[in-house]
């Protein structure tokens, strides 16, 4: 198989494991749904990560062999420190920063 073809089947193994992982999700209750949004959320951005990318052949074979490699890219996510949390945070105060702008500048307009 070639690098191509061999990204397109890791792929297609995850979304049919994010098909099954989302109609089991929404035969759950409400509650339970909103329970799993950030895994589901998640799960959507590591196959749209694998839409604009390619492992290499090792590491797709690799990722091939198991037999959830959505769920074990997941956990890793889980386990990982990121910035985002800080980054969401940035944005609240930029966004309050550019709004008390705005109200300075429309105070003085008046």
Known sequence: ??????????????????????????????EEILNHTYEYTVREDILMSLEYNSLPNAQVRALLKSPSPLADVFAAWEDRETSYMEEIWQTVTDRAREEAQKSRNTQKER
Request: glycine share 0%.
């Open 1 to 30: 198989m070639t690098n191509e073809e061999l990204n397109t089947a890791l792929y297609e193994k995850m979304f049919a494991e994010q098909e099954t992982y989302r109609a089991w999700l929404l035969a759950q209750a409400s």
